[in-house]
């Protein structure tokens, strides 16, 4: 059974600083990765989507890494803003079609 | 493209009554949609896999009678939520799964249901 992990499940960082976020699963047989910005009390918006085939996506100041061989993820977000302040979640499909398996979340807070 | 509503954003209900929650995906086709149940500041939990035509399938643990899952179109899945209890209160999300391209899944904003 595929088990996704983010450690820290809070973080809190002085505006500027990059922001680190972890995500590790069990089951290297994957079809693609996700993360996932939510607000409290809001949707997901889908951040970037990592294929299986891929090592890497970037997106503006957000840039995430997958290495299956190891079973993790790293998403980057450069220079933060207390705008980024929220939760992410990393979720692994693997097969197409298939359900999502969601980490637990990091808790991100950004200080002005 | 790629939008995903849901409907009603926020429902308040007695305990006993029944509640439907609607997943529309409104720019595109879906075949397959989630829905998932979230507690406060905890992730989200798959509860069934809803194909367009066919019976739902539920996760271990997931009531199938107590959460009707209905998918009649390809842009409409409803989730009843039968005999509303308390601890029944959480936040309720869908998602759809495109057909074309990369195959991501396209979240709805989700449903605030307080059981009173």
């Known amino acids: 059974k595929q088990e996704v992990t983010q450690i820290p499940a809070a973080l809190s960082v002085p505006e500027g600083e990059n922001l680190v976020l972890n995500c590790s699963f069990t089951?290297?047989?994957?079809?693609?990765l996700q993360w996932f910005r939510q607000d409290p009390g809001k949707g997901l918006t889908s951040l970037l989507l990592i294929q299986s085939s891929q090592r890497e996506q970037t997106s503006g100041r957000l840039n995430a890494s997958l290495d299956k061989s190891s079973g993790r993820s790293t998403l980057y977000i450069a220079a933060s803003q207390p705008g980024d302040s929220a939760t992410y979640l990393c979720?692994?499909?693997?097969?197409?079609?298939?359900?999502?398996?969601f980490g637990g979340g990091t808790r991100v807070l950004v200080k002005p | 493209g790629a939008v995903v509503s849901q409907h009603p954003s926020r429902v308040i209900c007695k305990s006993g009554t029944s509640v439907k929650i609607e997943c529309r995906s409104l720019d595109f086709q879906a075949t397959t949609m989630f829905w998932y149940r979230q507690f406060p500041k905890k992730s989200l939990m798959l509860m069934a896999t809803?194909?367009?035509?066919?019976?739902?399938?539920?996760e271990q643990g997931v009531e199938k009678d107590k959460f009707l899952i209905n998918h009649a179109s390809l842009t409409l899945s409803t989730l009843t939520v039968t005999s509303a209890h308390p601890e029944d209160s959480s936040f309720y999300i869908c998602?759809?799964?495109?057909?074309?391209?990369?195959?991501?899944?396209?979240f709805g904003p989700g449903t605030r249901l307080t059981v009173t």
């Open positions: 809803s194909n367009e035509g066919s019976k739902a399938t539920y």
């Open positions: 979720a692994l499909i693997k097969a197409a079609g298939n359900k999502l398996t």
């Open positions: 089951d290297s047989a994957i079809y693609n």
């Open positions: 998602s759809a799964l495109g057909v074309a391209g990369v195959p991501e899944q396209y």
